[in-house]
């Protein structure tokens, strides 16, 4: 397991006080390292969210790792649910659980189940893998909020693909009919899916007008710039009587040279080679590191 | 030796082999040609080959409205969510109406491996058998595979084939003729008989050998089209062997030990003992990992054979 670099760091305690670059580049070679582990998963996806993911689980929500089940908390639904990798290396970087069980991705018997499983694991808010159903769950929470008058956020991500199924709309229909100031959706806008560019495959653009025509405010933010997405979550709450979506320009693949833009990045696993070239890409500035160095050799 | 081969590699190989001989052929996919294989007809054929996006309710539906229109539409996507997500759209828009739709559901069962129980179909026998005027096909090869697209393309009407992901061994030499709907003994045995499906069918032959070993003869029945049942066969083995072990990657409520159970019940009652995913969810794993897990090994398969023949009535 030591093999793996996964480390001990992690990032516990009040939100605001971590650096945000540090922690993404480390979530990132978590993914990597658990996809190659694993031998199948899906990295592009989970790079593609990792700032976001990053922000929100280090920075943005209120919760507490030793209390996952606390009424009070923000709740965040990976409606996009394959990109598991990346959710479960911030909640065990968050201090949820060991991060040397990421090592155990998609095994037999292993709590980090291919796609998350609610209750399986602490932190996982909803069972999620069939793309669509994330998001509908996710407005139910918020309903709950309002039925309960709690101060807590719901936060939703979508992928750009995953738009294309019918049930997505249903769910923004009723965000915006019950008036759910309290839910903020995000999308990875990374502008792939897995056939290849979403506007060849099933164009879901314009995504910002349709959500506008559906009655939810929309920020536009740089999906791999903390500050963007900072600003565009604070309009969002200030925003009331009607949800908002945070619309992330982001790059599917985003920090591994040979996996950005790159379709086939989708659900493939990095080989020995291609797993060190990639920690390469994601060394922290200044290491050299030991990955770096065996980069070297294997050229 | 026949071949090796993933029923959903030869399923997109001879979609590809047959774009020409049938112009009307429509494929269609969700965002998974890849993965189900239909990128090999979308290769050959691409002005014929529609993705629907991830919107798998959509294409099932659209894939009715060609088939009104004269085409003859294999639409392909994830058994979860074929069979799972658009069975609604199957009963209500393709089966209600006859329509001439090819649902061909890629990675059915457990064998999906590690991306776990949201992936893993273990209920869409069940699911699409309980549907009036719906052929349900389980091929168990690579020639199989193929024999049944053809068959689906000459036979009028709404079919669902189930495929799955892994690599199962060759059964049948290429070019065998199969009987349409018919049964296929694959070998004789008087004591007891193993009615299999899809990947279990090389499995039962195993437990055949390991009865043979104790001179237990099995009868192996290689099921591939569930419905409609080829009652004759199966009534014909629980008289002749007297009791019935099914064999399916399905849950055991329902599916083939279902259709077995409840045509029996009916005429010639026998001990029929089910080999199946005993009512409950999948998890990630390496399928060869999860077939063991789940009970699904020839092991199994010749225990329950010796527990059906204990349970027959003197
Ligand atoms: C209902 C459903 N249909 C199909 C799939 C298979 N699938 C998994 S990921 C994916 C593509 C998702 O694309 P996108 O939402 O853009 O995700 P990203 O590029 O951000 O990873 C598909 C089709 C699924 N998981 N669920």
């Known amino acids: ?299 | 030796m026949a071949e090796a081969i993933a029923t959903r590699a030869a399923y997109g190989r001879c979609l590809a082999c047959i774009s020409d001989k049938y112009p009307d052929l429509v494929v269609m996919d969700a965002d998974l040609s890849k993965s189900t294989m239909t990128a090999d007809f979308k290769k050959v054929a691409p002005e014929r080959f529609i993705n629907a996006g991830i919107a798998e309710n959509n294409m099932i539906c659209m894939a009715g409205g060609l088939a009104a229109s004269g085409k003859v539409v294999f639409v392909s996507t994830f058994a979860m969510f074929a069979a799972g997500r658009s069975y609604e759209q199957i009963l209500n828009t393709l089966a209600s109406s006859g329509l001439n739709v090819k649902v061909a559901a890629t990675h059915a069962g457990l064998t999906v491996g590690e991306d776990g129980m949201s992936h893993q179909m273990v209920t869409d026998i069940a699911l699409m058998r309980s549907i009036p005027d719906l052929r349900v096909m389980v091929p168990a090869d690579g020639v199989e595979t193929e024999a049944m697209v053809e068959e689906a393309i000459r036979t009028p009407g709404p079919v669902y084939i189930r495929l799955g992901r892994s690599k199962v061994p060759g059964l049948f030499e290429a070019g065998t003729e199969f009987e349409p709907g018919k049964i296929r003994t694959l070998r004789e045995g008087s004591n007891v008989t193993l009615a299999a499906c899809g990947i279990m069918v090389d499995l039962a032959l195993q437990a055949a050998d390991m009865l043979a070993q104790e001179g237990i003869y099995a009868r192996v029945l290689n099921v591939s089209t569930i419905k409609p049942l080829d009652k004759e066969t199966v009534l014909e083995a629980a008289h002749q062997t007297g009791a019935i072990v099914t064999c399916e990657e399905h849950s055991v409520l329902g599916g083939l030990g279902g259709a077995v159970a409840e045509t029996v019940a009916e005429s010639w009652p026998v001990p029929v003992l089910r080999v199946g995913i005993e009512d409950q969810f999948g998890q990630s794993g390496k399928p060869e990992e999860l077939l063991e897990l789940y009970g699904l090994t020839a092991h199994h398969i010749a225990e329950k054979a010796i527990k059906a023949i204990s349970l027959k009535r003197a």
Request: net charge negative; glycine share 12%.
């Open chain 1, 1 to 299: 397991m030591s093999q793996l670099e996964m480390g001990r760091q992690q990032w516990t305690g009040p939100a605001g006080q971590f650096p945000l670059a540090d922690i993404a580049r480390q979530l990132r070679r978590d993914v990597i390292n658990m996809v190659w582990a694993a031998k199948s998963g899906h990295p592009g996806g989970s790079l593609s969210s990792t700032d976001i993911l990053t922000y929100l689980f280090y920075h943005e929500m209120n919760l507490d790792p030793q209390q996952p089940d606390w009424p009070d908390r923000d709740r965040f639904v990976l409606s996009k649910g394959h990109a598991a990798p990346i959710l479960y290396a911030a909640l065990a970087r968050r201090g949820y659980f060991d991060p040397e069980e990421l090592s155990t991705l998609r095994q037999q018997g292993s709590r980090l189940q291919g796609h998350p499983h609610y209750g399986s694991l602490p932190g996982i808010e909803m069972s999620t893998g069939s793309l669509g159903q994330g998001g509908s769950t996710a407005v139910g929470m918020a309903l709950a909020g309002k039925l309960d008058k709690k101060d807590y956020r719901i936060f939703n991500l979508w992928g750009d693909g995953e738009l294309e199924e019918g049930i997505v709309w249903e769910s923004v229909m009723a965000a915006a009919h019950y008036k759910l100031d309290n839910l903020t959706g995000f999308v990875d806008w990374n502008g792939l899916q897995i056939d290849g560019p979403i506007t060849q495959v099933m164009n879901p653009e314009p995504i910002d007008a349709k959500f506008r025509a559906f009655g939810w405010h929309v920020e536009l933010a740089d999906g791999h710039d903390f500050e963007s997405i900072g600003r565009a979550i604070a309009n969002a709450k200030e925003t009331k009587g009607r949800p908002t979506l945070i619309l992330c320009r982001t790059v599917k693949g985003k920090g591994v040279s040979f996996m950005e833009n790159e379709a086939g990045w989708h659900g493939s696993a990095p080989n020995d080679a291609q797993r060190l070239q990639a920690l390469a890409d994601l060394a922290d500035p200044g290491t050299s590191g030991e990955p770096a160095a065996q980069k070297e050799v294997n050229r």
